[in-house]
């Protein structure tokens, strides 16, 4: 079985930033990709990054130039920086890890972006 665990969710004021980390555990051979989703209230779940194992990286239009992810793969860890923050971009932030064996959701973690 894998684990996947997000951490690093909070509040903050528009235009802070916040960094969201999360690891991936347990039965794992190779992570092809790993990404992080979000959901607002009343809306679908979208895709916010994501990263393949060979660091090619795919952001959705409404993220880019202010977030950055990243991955540790000796680690089976994933980070998304977070800068530059508006209103809209607060969510519940969910980390993905998509192996051969199956795709592997996170529990959540909120992020809250007011004033």
């Known amino acids: 079985q894998v684990q996947v665990v997000e951490s690093g969710g909070g509040l903050v004021q528009p235009g802070g930033s916040l960094r969201l980390s999360c690891a991936a555990s347990?039965?794992?051979?190779?992570?092809?990709?790993m990404g992080w989703y979000r959901q607002a209230p009343g809306k679908q779940r979208e895709l916010v990054a994501s990263?393949?194992?060979?660091?090619?990286?795919r952001y959705a239009d409404s993220v880019k130039g202010r977030f950055t992810i990243s991955r540790d793969n000796a680690k089976n860890t994933v980070s998304l920086q977070m800068n530059s923050l508006k209103p809209e971009d607060t969510a519940v932030y969910f980390c993905?890890?998509?192996?051969?064996?199956?795709?592997?959701w996170g529990q959540g973690t909120q992020v809250t972006v007011s004033s």
């Open positions: 993905n890890a998509a192996l051969v064996t199956g795709t592997y």
């Open positions: 347990g039965t794992i051979n190779s992570i092809l990709a």
């Open positions: 990263i393949l194992s060979d660091g090619r990286t």
